[in-house]
């Protein structure tokens, strides 16, 4: 299991560690932020991305599906439980909604890409997303 820790630099600076690898993440200037890195949510969809690509690419190899390009695209945004087309009725108000455009390029059939966009589905970060989860907090003060 790994843990990811989080500390304040500056202003909404943070960086971020695995113990392996150093990350920042930062607010755009209009928020109050210094924009020294990507905000929170554009490492949620980063993770998204890289999880949906490392599946789609560790699938096709596996089958020997051709691919000659791949490029995976999301984008966040919150509408009303009203406009949005996927919500049952158990949404109401703001739903957070995120988008997905997958470009696959390669040497394979419609059957094959279709079973492609179902193996997209089922990149781990996808399938937590999706189920929701359950948090477990502690909250230490000083």
Not at 42 to 64: E, H, Q
Request: aromatic content about 8%; glycine content about 8%.
């Amino acid at each position: 299991m790994t843990t990811i820790t989080a500390e304040q630099v500056g202003n909404y600076r943070i960086d971020i560690t695995n113990g392996t690898h150093v990350w920042r993440a930062d607010e755009p200037v209009d928020l109050g932020g210094d924009n020294t890195g990507p905000n929170p949510y554009d490492y949620l969809l980063g993770s998204l991305a890289a999880c949906t690509t490392i599946t789609l690419t560790m699938y096709a190899k596996r089958k020997n599906i051709p691919i000659s390009s791949l490029s995976v695209s999301y984008t966040h945004d919150r509408v009303h439980a009203k406009d949005c087309e996927q919500c049952d009725d158990s949404h109401s108000g703001m739903v957070d909604r995120v988008t997905s455009q997958i470009f696959i390029d390669g040497d394979f059939d419609e059957a094959t890409r279709k079973r492609l966009h179902e193996i997209a589905q089922r990149c781990p970060v996808h399938k937590t997303l999706e189920n929701g989860i359950v948090f477990d907090e502690t909250v230490f003060a000083g």
